[in-house]
């Protein structure tokens, strides 16, 4: 069977964003209801929609010995992370500050992988004091520091290599991590010198290679060249003589929007197991996006309705600053009215934007949605994972509330720091006098 929409409970089909009588429900809760309580704009999360893509992947992977640990950056609510983690999830990371939020959420330390191209040295201090599983390293100068902060400490630092194998992986330009060029990663060829380096030093315990080649792919033959190009290093490494014991095998996998189906995880886990699944390293695998991005919507109010030049304008309060995948990557996320409206089809064709001081500041333009008028409530679709996440407060704007749905009930799991908070901490900082050298004095 195809396992495409991370959406549909296994039992009855029944969706976790879908209509009922009518409305909008988020499990078994009339979004309605929730929007009295909560104001717009607002992130509303389905705990049992995650806890349904972890099983889908796990059931998928587990069998083939395919460790799962979750992106932190893709919804680094520490809800959200406790949620995951207490699936069984370990969690990858990317600073200091993911760090602390997925140990607040109870993960263990051993689940913990530190990925990205610019780990200063008090990051990698944390993470070596903390005993995580493995940095991920993405440069000779990284392999240097690392060696140097863990020698420092008294520790030996765990680590992989990430590899670039130069594989396009047919997605947005700007979420391609892993072509010619590319800040990520080190150049295939030469990983055979550097790590045959690093494992002749004694601060480094290196441990075997990384490679993450984009995000939201969905034709999986990348994947494929990817994975056999790191199954053909990890043997000539050993052929080197030197050991390989893991594999990490990264993210990127993508998921269903509007009527794009999503690709596979059968297929997904049946290419992990082709090509490095004879290997015997220790798989691991680094989703963000597929475990949260269909959980997720951001509500929002329609404030004003202007003529545009090819139809009418709707002016939402939610913007880029909550949601920036549009402006970031002409990312286009389903509209959904809270009410079912009868001939919504033939209603016309509306601008969606928002209240930002920016051009770029626009979902694109929407059809279906009946006739929206001022104070009509719609959700963004799909807006679970790189959401609130990436939310600024440009403008000025407060961050929105972020709310969970587990069943029959709700609760706010974050509610941010808002500006008024925010000016008394800017106003409150003292001048400190400066090291300005000294002036010769004069003759
Ligand atoms: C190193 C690394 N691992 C994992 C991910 C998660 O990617 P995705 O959310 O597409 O699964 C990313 C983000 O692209 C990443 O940079
Ligand atoms: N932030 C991106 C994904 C990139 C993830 C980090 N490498 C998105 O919203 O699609």
Redesign the pocket.
């Given at each position: 069977m195809a396992i495409t929409n991370p959406r549909k409970l296994k039992s009855n089909q029944q969706e976790w964003f879908h209509y009922r009588t009518g409305e909008l429900h988020v499990e078994n809760l009339c979004l309605n209801d929730i929007a009295r309580e909560v104001p717009t704009p607002f992130y509303c999360y389905s705990a049992e929609a995650m806890r349904w893509a972890y099983s889908i992947l796990s059931d998928a992977l587990s069998p083939i010995g395919v460790s799962i640990?979750f992106?932190v950056?893709?919804n680094s609510n520490i809800a959200v992370l406790r949620l995951l983690s207490e699936c069984g999830c370990g969690m990858?990371i990317?600073s200091a500050g993911e760090l602390e939020r997925a140990l607040t959420a109870g993960a263990p330390a051993s689940q913990i992988i530190f990925?990205?191209v610019g780990k200063t040295r008090a990051e990698i201090a944390r993470a070596l004091e903390a005993g995580i599983h493995q940095i991920?390293v993405e440069s000779a100068a990284e392999i240097e520091v690392v060696a140097e902060v863990a020698r420092s400490l008294g520790l030996r630092a765990t680590i992989a290599l990430?590899v670039n194998p130069d594989v396009d992986a047919k997605t947005h330009a700007k979420?391609t991590?892993a072509t010619r060029g590319s800040k990520?990663g080190i150049a295939i060829d030469d990983i055979p010198e550097l790590y045959a380096r690093a494992a002749a030093r004694p601060e480094l315990n290196v441990q075997g290679l990384?490679v993450?080649i984009?995000?939201?792919?969905q034709d999986l033959s990348p994947f494929r060249r990817a994975f056999a190009a790191m199954a053909a290093l990890v043997t000539a490494l050993r052929e080197k003589g030197l050991e390989v014991p893991r594999l990490?095998l990264?993210?990127?996998?993508?998921i269903a929007v509007g009527d794009n189906p999503g690709p596979d995880i059968a297929e997904y886990a049946a290419i992990i197991a082709e090509t490095v699944g004879n290997l015997g390293c220790h798989l691991t695998?680094?989703?963000?996006?597929?475990?949260v991005?269909r959980a997720g919507l951001l509500v929002t109010e329609l404030l004003y309705l202007k003529d545009g030049q090819d139809g009418p304008i709707a002016i939402v309060d939610a913007g880029m600053n909550d949601l920036v995948r549009p402006a970031l990557y002409d990312a286009k996320h389903p509209a959904l009215p809270f009410h079912q409206a009868k001939g919504a089809a033939a209603s016309p064709r509306y601008r969606i934007v928002g209240p930002i001081c920016e051009s770029s500041d626009d979902f694109g333009a929407y059809e279906g949605l009946g006739e929206l008028k001022a104070g009509t409530l719609l959700a963004f679709d799909c807006a679970g994972?790189?959401g609130a996440s990436m939310a600024s407060t440009y403008n000025s704007r407060d961050l929105v509330a972020e709310i969970l749905v587990d069943g029959d009930h709700f609760r706010t799991i974050r509610r941010r720091q808002s500006i008024r908070e925010m000016l008394e901490l800017e106003d409150a900082g003292d001048w400190q006098s400066g090291s300005a050298p000294a002036r010769k004095a004069a003759g």
């Open positions: 640990c992106a950056k893709a990858d990317v990925s990205g991920n990430r979420i991590t990520f990384a993450h984009g995000s939201q792919v990490d990264g993210g990127g996998i993508g695998v680094e989703p963000g996006r597929w475990l991005g994972a790189y």
